[in-house]
């Protein structure tokens, strides 16, 4: 079984936001050269492959998830050569690199909407989504923008509206038209001849949309594309695909990652959502309740333990830092950021390691609204001004889950620009590279870096890390997540304390082992049995194997 796993079974990615991760010719933005400069830091760490958020020619509307040329790159980011040297650099030192499919919209610049926008029988017309105002000349309907307000917009020059389920300038592309389909998938299949080790699908699950009917996720047609792009471009490739889909439910794994799906493992935000305000949503944050987070898990844990695959991460490029929001990146931010690392990488599936997590770099704490750089955010505050929101209140709300908390530079050392750039970033440092940072990470053997190291050694080690089967052990405890992965003989035990306080944990029966510490943030024997007294933000993994 083990000899025939895809390789993505084995292997940790690691996410690349290119602004903001190593800017190399001094524009205060970062580059693909950056990047190339960077591969042997990753192979330190142990990643197998690089998420590469979009670096194709794009306005920067949304920071290149507004797509003008899918065929080339920012001229901000390099040209194709540097491209292809990165491919290749990566390649020598078996990193692959997966790139950010975006193919909900493109740019209003892409040459599709440009031609569209010549009349209602324009050649591209039906590329996009238009349609007739409302009888009030108004929107045709209520459907709102993930961004903020209505995602229609008019077009003056025809009269018609236009779908953008984001920002005015990413019209949404009308995936019912077959031609706009099969060009996509061309495009799709000359990335991957090129030699790209596969996707990472931008809001995937919004595809299948039925705008008249309101329905944006999971839309009647989704699994029908998915299908055909399945067909059409990955089939047969020894690729790995992830499937962005905040509408995704552990019920609907097997569909999409399943013996008959279509993609390798979604990213699903179950975890996410769950912290969130039901009305006011991301900018309004619920306090932190690890029952709910832990529930999350078992259930995802549960649906993909004999089919499907799941997808492991605390952080992107659209979310807070993972020590700021789950941890404390205060007194306990050493140990906690290596709790968290514990519990998830101690799990079923591919773990994410999103750039500068393996610092616990923290989340922006910016003070005033022209630091932020965020089309959401920019707009969220715009609308939620008009809604009295004060400034001090809309500050607090971005601060703790705005998406320009985990863009600001990488923390490479501690001079000036923290070794991400010469000139002034496009974006403020998070104000603490003169602590928080990779060259004083790699000098310190009991960094945050060196923990993630060993556990991503450990999954390529440890067959009951990739395949173990895995138990809740304390459902119902908000302070502590423990739980067991059991493959054969082998046994792995996880126990994490939660919080910044001393919590007793008694260790049910049939549960305490001896065996080796193969993960741990504190000085502990290789015994669980008993009463634990738990330090703050204490977590260990145990193995038990007799056959090691
Ligand atoms: O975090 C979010 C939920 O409010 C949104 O900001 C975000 O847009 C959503 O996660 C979808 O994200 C993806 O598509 C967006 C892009 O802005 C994000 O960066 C990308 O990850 C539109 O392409």
Redesign the pocket.
Known sequence: MTEQAPWWQAATGYQIYPRSFCDLNGDGVGDLQGIASKLDYLVELGVDFIWLSPVYASPMA?NG?DISDYENIAPVFGTRADFETLLAQASDRNIRIVMDL?V??TSDQHRWFQSALAGVDAPYRDYYVWRAPAADGGPPNALES?FGGPAWSLDAASGQYYLHL?DPR?PDLNWANRAMRMDIYAMMNRWLDQGVAGFRM??IDLIGKDPDALITADGPLLHDYLREMHANALDGRDIVTVG?A?SATPDQAARYSGPDGTLSMVFQFEHVTAGWDAVK??FKPKPLDWRVIKGVMDRWQGACQHSGWNSLFWS????PRAVSKYGDDGRYRVESAKMLATVLHCLKGTPYVYQGEELGMTNAAFTRLDQFRDV?TLNFHAILAREGVSEAEFLAGANANG?DNARTPMQWSAAPGAGFSDSRPWIDLAGNHDRINAEAALADPDSVFHHYRVLIALRKQLPVIREGHYVPVSPDSPQVWAYLRALGDARLLVIANLTSDVVRFEVPEGLDMQGQLVSSNYPRAGVAQGVLALQPFEAFALLEDPLS
């Open positions: 949304d998830y975006v909900n919209h993930f984001f990413q931008d809001v962005e905040w949503g991301k992107n490029h659209d979310l959401e998406r």
